[in-house]
Nanobody
Framework: QVQLVESGGGLVQAGDSMRLSCAASGRTFSSAVMGWFRQAPGKEREFVAAVNWSGGSTRYADSVKGRFTISRDNSKNTVYLQMNSVKPEDTAVYYC????????????????WGQGTQVTVSS
């Protein structure tokens, strides 16, 4: 089991950049697929990005492709989400999560979740 703690959220202006971090504890971090999700008010939680254990395979939602970059540093047990050219519609609570398998597989499901960090983009 991996325990996850997100940080780095806050208020940012449209067009600016922000980096979220997710610190993980647990023996399985270096072998886990790590992902970012977000949930806006009144909406369902949605997938944002995922990265495999080595960082060599990534997947992005179409809405963030070309603007967001997911990466990881296994020596620090941390996964990052670099958010560039942010838009008001990126406003949400951002969660990190972990699972086995690959970035494209639906099984196993995402098993560990952080508590979330609020990102608010002003226009």
């Amino acid at each position: 089991q991996v325990q996850l703690v997100e940080s780095g959220g806050g208020l940012v202006q449209a067009g600016d950049s922000m980096r979220l971090s997710c610190a993980a504890s647990g023996r399985t971090f270096s072998s886990a697929v790590m992902g970012w999700f977000r949930q806006a008010p009144g909406k369902e939680r949605e997938f944002v990005a995922a990265v495999n254990w080595s960082g060599g395979s990534t997947r992005y939602a179409d809405s963030v492709k070309g603007r967001f970059t997911i990466s990881r540093d296994n020596s620090k047990n941390t996964v990052y989400l670099q958010m560039n050219s942010v838009k008001p519609e990126d406003t949400a609570v951002y969660y990190c999560a972990s699972k086995g398998g690959s970035v494209y597989s639906t099984y196993p499901p995402w098993g560990s979740w952080g508590q979330g960090t609020q990102v608010t983009v002003s226009s």
